[in-house]
């Protein structure tokens, strides 16, 4: 791997290639005007990266059954924003912003 590879790789970390293919499928029907397919592919996108919303849920909250429901809530309403608003073909940094949006929502809720 040349240098400005491997810093590019640092910098934009993707995702694994199905969420690579992904959001490339989800990219290409946005920019076709398919609606259908665009529901399809962020409802996919959005149960790809399910785990890590609850993840960071859970991280927040600890073991307080009161709050998991609420919180695995907000983190989901937080990716749902992050996905709907992600303009990139690929998943490079998506990872990074989705975070950001998941704990602004764990944070405000």
């Known amino acids: 791997m040349t240098q ?56 927040v909250v600890g073991e307080s059954a009161a709050d998991r429901v609420p919180a695995e809530q907000a983190a989901e309403l937080g990716l749902a924003r992050a996905i709907l608003e992600w303009p990139g073909r690929t998943s490079g940094g998506f990872r990074r912003s989705a975070r950001s949006a998941i704990m602004r929502q764990l944070l405000g809720r």
């Open 4 to 59: 400005f590879r491997e810093t590019q790789v640092q910098q934009h970390p993707a995702d694994s290639m199905v969420g690579e293919r992904l959001w490339n499928a989800l990219f290409s029907a946005r920019a076709g005007g398919l609606p259908r397919q665009v529901a399809d592919l962020e409802d996919a996108v959005f149960r790809f990266y399910l785990p890590m919303a609850r993840g960071l849920a859970h991280t």
